[in-house]
């Protein structure tokens, strides 16, 4: 068989029965098959067999194509790090939703055939760097797949920021936060706040004030490529906080600016060849089907 992927790196969730179940199939289909196998060393902790232990980061570096087991959540961890190399994923779901990992695990081996072989499609999905700075230097910087959230670390306590883009004045806003999100997100957080969807194909991001106090506010969509910036009101008490993918949070004091602009890597997502966005959305958010 003609490969188009050698070299194929797992990544999974950690202590989790299912996992080492899909991970020992996955990875002897793999090397019956003729690929170089490489599995990340965390996962890999009760692995007997001889086999190639890496980092995620080695794995970004090494291998063609990289298949994550699990659920939306291990994909953006392993999206953030194995976007800044040209490295292909694909998803066997092992979680709930699964936006992000296409594979049924009871049908991985046939469809894992084909994308072997080079059928499938690739889709690009562009990240977010976020950075705080405090009097003109960046005090601490991270990036996003799904959305940058500001945030109070108090429930039900609003704060004041103002909004800038591309350095003009939008609007201020007294609301427990604000959602940043890009296409990949708008299924996620920001689609519980009433966001909109944004298809993965935008060059877009949405701003969404998190319960505003103001009956006139709507989510705003902006070029992805502008630059975002916001400015911490002095009057904020409350310790403020950015949170990337939910995952990792950067503490914020009054006065700080908040920078959010495209990330220059991207997520090279590798989907099967019948791949079918829509059907997707149809399938997670329970959508009626088709009338004839």
Known sequence: M???????????????????????????????????????????????QPINRLSLLELGQECDLVIVIGGDGNMLGAARVLSRFDTAVIGINRGNLGFLTDIHPEAYESILTKVLKGEHSIEERFLLEVEVKRQGEVKCNHTAVNEAVL??????????????????????QRADGLIMSTPTGSTAYSLSGGGPILTPNLNAICLLPMFPHSLANRP???????????VVSNKTGSQVAVTCDGHTTLPVIAGDEIHVNKNPNHLKLIHPKDYNYFGVLRRKLNWGSKLY
């Open 220 to 230: 705003i969509v902006v070029d992805a490529n502008s630059s975002l910036r916001l």
């Open 151 to 172: 945030h109070s670390d108090k429930v039900a306590h609003m704060m004041e920021f103002e909004v800038y883009i591309n350095d003009k004045f939008v609007f201020s």
């Open 2 to 48: 003609n490969l188009v992927f050698k070299k194929v790196g797992i990544v999974g969730k950690l202590n989790h029965s299912d996992t080492q179940q899909t991970l020992m199939g996955l990875s002897d289909f793999l090397l019956k098959r003729g690929c170089e196998v490489y599995i990340e060393e965390r996962i890999a902790y009760n692995f007997d």
